[in-house]
């Protein structure tokens, strides 16, 4: 019989609530992270690696500041997002705030504090801004979610406005039994993947536990390795499984890993649409456990950095953003265990294979 490596902690509920709760954007908190008064209001993240290693910073002075000549409804996707076209030529992609369960337009820019604290650089240049409605609303006619958009008062929308990439995104190559990158202990034994749909996920490892019970054996995830299609990808893969898990972000795999992708054809894995993390409720949830549970290959640096992370400093920027605080006290301590289970995670596979976990 093969032997299957099962998740207690997963189960359906557990995914469904942390994935489909309609909540607000967080509230300031005085609990923890306080604001010290002699921080500015607008602090900008370090320029120090910016995206894919390269400066950014004119990318978001203009992005926060220039002015929105046209604006164009976004295309495909649950939530209304709008494709803008600023005074400079500059272009960039607006989520704003609305009450859908899995946008949060704030996630989407504490992402990108996280990704580049932790110097990884793949979170494209993101800022949150505050743009009129009737900027908006005119491209937006007749589309049936205008009414969840929160207006405020003085006609304007909040949210984050994604840097528009020059180049095409493309679904990254995971072949099947691509997750044996990741791995050290043979992947063959698991008989299902944790990364796909939530759904697909819960319903095949109810399968596999009723194949137990009744005394037969999963069929055997892939036997052959593929080989990757640059020979970056696999710790780029580990990174954002990491990351992922970090952000809290539910909506990267499933639906033909249209969220994995890549600048270009053969480019660098990018991390794009995070507006599903940071949702309130528990700080750990099971599918994201489960997913992070047959990682055992890591990236030295980015574990290095994960262990440097000057949670407190990021909880400043976090707290001073010009649209801030994105993050409440709940949140960040929810992030502080992620963190921490991540490193317990790191430390029992260094225990069990030693520094071959540092393969990248």
Request: net charge neutral; hydrophobic share 40%.
């Given at each position: 019989m093969i032997s299957l490596e099962i998740h207690p902690v997963l189960d359906s509920h557990a995914i469904l609530l942390g994935n489909r709760l309609a909540l607000p954007t967080p509230k300031a908190s005085s609990v923890a992270f306080s604001e010290p008064q002699s921080v500015p209001k607008e602090i900008s993240p370090p320029d120090v690696h910016g995206f894919l290693g390269q400066p950014e910073q004119l990318?978001?002075?203009?992005?926060r500041s220039?002015?929105?000549?046209?604006?164009?409804?976004?295309?495909?996707?649950?939530?209304?997002?709008?494709?803008?076209?600023?005074?400079?030529?500059?272009?960039?992609?607006?989520?704003?705030?609305?009450?859908?369960?899995?946008?949060h337009w704030y996630a989407e820019v504490a992402a990108y504090y996280l990704d580049r604290a932790l110097g990884l650089g793949r979170v494209p240049p993101v800022v949150s801004r505050r743009v009129r409605w009737d900027k908006l609303s005119a491209a937006a006619?007749?589309?049936?979610?205008?009414?969840?958009v929160s207006v405020a008062p003085d006609g304007?929308?909040?949210?984050?406005?994604?840097?528009?990439?020059?180049?095409?995104?493309?679904p990254a190559s995971t072949p099947p039994g691509w997750e044996s990158w990741v791995r050290i202990k043979p992947f063959a034994r698991w008989a299902i993947s944790p990364y796909q749909a939530s759904t697909s996920y819960v319903a095949a490892l109810a399968h596999a536990h009723e194949q137990i019970a009744h005394g037969q054996a999963?069929?055997?995830?892939?036997d052959d390795v593929p080989t990757p299609a640059?020979?970056?990808?696999?710790?780029?893969?580990?990174?954002?499984?990491?990351?992922?898990?970090?952000?809290?972000?539910?909506?990267r795999w499933g639906g033909q890993n249209t969220n994995v992708l890549t600048l270009g054809a053969g480019g660098p894995l990018v991390f794009l649409d995070n507006g599903d993390g940071f949702s309130v409720g528990p700080a750990r949830r099971g599918l994201l456990d489960a997913r992070l549970a047959?990682?055992?290959?890591?990236?030295?640096?980015?574990?290095?950095?994960?262990?440097?992370?000057?949670?407190?400093?990021?909880?400043?920027?976090?707290?001073?953003?010009?649209?801030?605080?994105?993050?409440?006290?709940?949140?960040?301590?929810?992030?502080?265990?992620?963190?921490?289970?991540?490193?317990e995670h790191v430390a029992e596979q260094e225990q069990?294979?030693?520094?071959?976990?540092?393969?990248f």
């Open positions: 990318i978001l002075d203009s992005l220039r002015a929105v000549l046209h604006a164009r409804k976004g295309t495909g996707g649950r939530t209304l997002a709008f494709k803008l076209e600023l005074a400079d030529g500059t272009r960039g992609y607006f989520k704003p705030e609305q009450q859908v369960s899995s946008a006619d007749g589309d049936r979610r205008i009414d969840e304007s929308v909040r949210g984050a406005l994604v840097y528009w990439l020059p180049k095409p995104l493309l999963g069929d055997a995830y892939y640059q020979p970056e990808l696999p710790a780029e893969l580990s990174d954002m499984i990491v990351f992922d898990f970090l952000t809290l972000n539910f909506d047959p990682l055992q290959r890591f990236r030295k640096r980015t574990i290095e950095a994960l262990k440097a992370l000057d949670l407190n400093a990021l909880g400043q920027r976090l707290a001073h953003d010009p649209q801030g605080p994105l993050l409440d006290a709940h949140m960040l301590e929810g992030l502080q265990a992620r963190r921490r289970a991540v490193l069990r294979f030693g520094d071959a976990i540092y393969a």
